[in-house]
T-cell receptor, first 110, second 111 residues
Framework: NAGVTQTPKFRILKIGQSMTLQCTQDMNHNYMYWYRQDPGMGLKLIYYSVGAGITDKGEVPNGYNVSRSTTEDFPLRLELAAPSQTSVYFC?????????FGPGTRLTVT | SQELEQSPQSLIVQEGKNLTINCTSSKTLYGLYWYKQKYGEGLIFLMMLQKGGEEKSHEKITAKLDEKKQQSSLHITASQPSHAGIYLCGADDNYGQNFVFGPGTRLSVLP
């Protein structure tokens, strides 16, 4: 099993551009999560999903959108990127116990 | 909404010393998770606690959940440089869907 994979690993965006962060898991987990981690800070939940077709907002959803058309994939969409969205983004999945994290995507918006 | 606080915010210890990190919740904990993050990398799962009074150990790391299920501690015995990193506690809401992390404790171990 590859676990949780994220692409890209790094990305630089200009203000106002859009992009999609990809997240895929091969463990058939129902729950998937997107977090952001700002420098020196903990993780904040952006969106989560409890199964295909079901998504819900976390603590900091503004400026982001998600979809969950399949169990495996949970892409995060940034529309009109802003400098405040500069962060490291982590995707995670779980069944009932602990979450399994991807390696992260480091995004810079300038 | 549930909030988690961690103390201390950062910790510098000499190799071989013991240390404790605390995690306090604003609400009853239904599932408490400890993770370690090496700088610039993803999170590694350490332990999960669910029952009041529960204690788990793995190698030199012991985690406890108090009887009231609102506080957890992570204790490292005879610390090593490999223990350095950021330790985060995380918790489920009572529906097991939403998830919140504490701000993390940054640990440095001096050789």
């Amino acid at each position: 099993n590859a676990g949780v994979t994220q692409t890209p690993k790094f990305r630089i965006l200009k203000i106002g551009q859009s992009m999609t962060l990809q997240c895929t898991q091969d463990m058939n987990h129902n729950y998937m999560y997107w977090y952001r981690q700002d420098p020196g800070m903990g993780l904040k939940l952006i969106y989560y999903s409890v199964g295909a077709g079901i998504t819900d907002k976390g603590e900091v959803p503004n400026g982001y959108n998600v979809s969950r058309s399949t169990t495996e994939d949970f892409p995060l969409r940034l529309e009109l990127a802003a400098p405040s969205q500069t962060s490291v983004y982590f995707c995670a999945s779980r069944d009932r116990g602990e979450q399994y994290f991807g390696p992260g995507t480091r995004l810079t918006v300038t | 909404s549930q909030e988690l606080e961690q103390s201390p915010q950062s910790l510098i210890v000499q190799e071989g010393k013991n240390l404790t990190i605390n995690c306090t919740s604003s609400k009853t904990l239904y599932g408490l998770y400890w993770y370690k993050q090496k700088y610039g990398e993803g999170l590694i799962f350490l332990m999960m606690l669910q029952k009041g009074g529960e204690e788990k150990s793995h190698e030199k790391i012991t985690a406890k959940l108090d009887e009231k299920k609102q506080q957890s501690s992570l204790h490292i015995t005879a610390s090593q440089p490999s223990h350095a990193g950021i330790y985060l506690c995380g918790a489920d809401d009572n529906y097991g869907q939403n998830f919140v992390f504490g701000p993390g404790t940054r640990l440095s171990v001096l050789p």
